[in-house]
């Protein structure tokens, strides 16, 4: 879903800043970026963990104590999870400039960064809503997921058997490394690596995608996003983990059930225009001609 003229700035006027750590080039780009918000009369809040910005004015702080109008992140995917795990406010509109290996999630390069966000600062952008997923054991909820929820074997190289129930009606059963289900934005991302199909986001849709199960005894499924997906462990002693966007980890006992369904949260990406189709044909698909 697209928000057309957002409104990016409150009367708090405060812009949070998170960057990928250890790296010069990191630093050049934050300290521009905290250059350019500092001379717009922005305070800017930057990461405790990253960047060395605040002889320029940044006010170190914790992400999980930023309360802003919008996140500048600099650096790849990763760096836009771990930003999203911990945020105290999963809506809190991000802005993201490109300096990981793919960075399919981001906006901007380093070099039209300063460009993109005058114009954000403006107001000449929309807003991308993308669906998260809710996950847990019982009444146990883990953390929410803006790409998948991936339950895995404790130990590496051993199979998980699998019920898998869709709204109470068991739909398939196997064995498999582990399984996944995924967002239409995280289907581009590690389901899309383990063999599914990429959902595009217009797809009211999640979709469940097995890891490496032998004799394909597990199948691949898109399902409608108002459903309710659940993994029952029936392996006697293989116990799992659920591993949330690749960022929190929690043990989940052998007989136990998984229920996974989309959140009633979204993440929310500013971007210069809808610029879906562009992204995914110049940085997921290779180019051989």
Known sequence: MIEETPRILTDRGTVGLV?????????????????????????VLVDTGSCNVAERGAVPTLIEEMNVDFVVTIGGDG?????????????????????????FL????????IDALERVLHGDCIIERCINIVSGVGDITFGQALNEVYVTSRLPGRLL???????????????????????????TAYALAAGGSILTPNVNGLIFVPVCPPRFELKSLVIPDTSTLELELTKPGAGAYAVVDGQLRYEVEAGSTVWLRKSDKVTRFIRLYDNYYDRLNTRLVPRTL
């Open 161 to 187: 058997t699998f019920q898998v129930y869709l709204d109470g009606t068991r739909v398939d059963y196997g064995r498999a490394d582990g399984a996944m289900l995924a967002t239409p934005c995280g289907s």
């Open 106 to 113: 981001t906006e901007a390069s380093t070099t039209n960064a």
């Open 19 to 43: 960057c990928k750590p250890g790296r010069a080039d990191m630093e050049r780009t934050a300290a521009r970026v905290t250059d350019f918000l500092v001379s717009r009369g922005l305070e």
């Open 79 to 103: 760096t836009i999870l771990h930003t999203l795990c911990l945020l105290p406010d999963r809506e809190i509109p991000l802005f993201c400039i490109n300096r990981g290996t793919v960075g």
